[in-house]
């Protein structure tokens, strides 16, 4: 099994929550699932509106949730879980709550991490994490944030993605 474990804000659409989704990204996030035959598992915040939206037969009043399952739709991506919550919630404990996912998963292959934040807790899953955000230059010369996917992390994620590395998995736990 090969899964991509998938953050929304910064990857599928800019960071800000009151942002829309993006086409483009989704179509970036199909090109690699369709290269890779991996499954999208959700470790973003937002997993916990959306699994909620899942278990309740796909009925939500949140239209942010539902424009995401939308967008899901439209490019033929399927949710085939999430990570688990934790204790405490937020971007610093993704790195805790994708081991436990992986820890128990002797049918996992390869996984890749796809993110707008590079934290240092990450350490040995760095090597399967692709960060969304990059510095750019504005009009003003002055250095901001660009937070989405491109085509330079499709590209890395179908490389860790197409390789091997249950060896490597196996040994952390």
Same mark, same amino acid.
């Given at each position: 099994?090969?899964?991509? $474990?998938? *953050?929304?804000?910064?990857?599928?659409?800019?960071? &800000?929550?009151?942002?829309?989704?993006?086409?483009?990204?989704?179509?970036?996030? #199909? #090109?690699?699932?369709?290269?890779? =035959?991996?499954?999208?598992? +959700?470790?973003?915040?937002?997993?916990? *509106?959306?699994?909620? $939206?899942?278990?309740? =037969?796909?009925?939500?009043?949140?239209?942010?949730?539902?424009?995401?399952?939308?967008? %899901?739709? !439209?490019? =033929?991506?399927?949710?085939?879980?999430?990570?688990?919550?934790?204790?405490?919630? =937020?971007?610093?404990?993704?790195? &805790?709550?994708?081991?436990?996912?992986?820890? &128990?998963?002797?049918?996992?292959?390869?996984?890749?991490?796809? @993110? @707008? *934040? *590079? %934290?240092?807790?990450?350490?040995?899953?760095?090597? $399967?994490? /692709? /960060?969304?955000?990059?510095?750019?230059?504005?009009?003003?010369?002055?250095?901001?944030?660009?937070?989405?996917?491109?085509?330079?992390? /499709?590209?890395?994620?179908?490389?860790? +993605?197409?390789?091997?590395? !249950?060896?490597?998995?196996?040994?952390? $736990?």
């Amino acid at each position: 099994m090969k899964v991509i $474990f998938l *953050d929304i804000d910064g990857v599928l659409k800019e960071e &800000d929550y009151g942002a829309e989704f993006k086409d483009e990204c989704f179509a970036k996030l #199909k #090109k690699i699932v369709d290269a890779t =035959g991996a499954e999208i598992i +959700l470790s973003s915040s937002w997993r916990i *509106d959306y699994w909620e $939206f899942v278990e309740n =037969g796909y009925r939500t009043d949140d239209e942010k949730i539902l424009d995401l399952y939308n967008h %899901f739709e !439209k490019y =033929g991506l399927k949710v085939s879980g999430r990570t688990d919550y934790t204790i405490r919630s =937020g971007p610093s404990s993704r790195p &805790d709550e994708i081991r436990r996912w992986i820890a &128990d998963k002797e049918d996992l292959e390869t996984f890749c991490i796809i @993110d @707008d *934040d *590079d %934290f240092y807790r990450w350490k040995w899953l760095s090597q $399967f994490l /692709v /960060v969304t955000r990059v510095r750019v230059q504005s009009e003003r010369r002055y250095e901001k944030w660009q937070c989405t996917l491109s085509d330079a992390d /499709v590209d890395r994620a179908i490389a860790i +993605l197409n390789r091997d590395h !249950k060896a490597l998995i196996a040994e952390q $736990f």
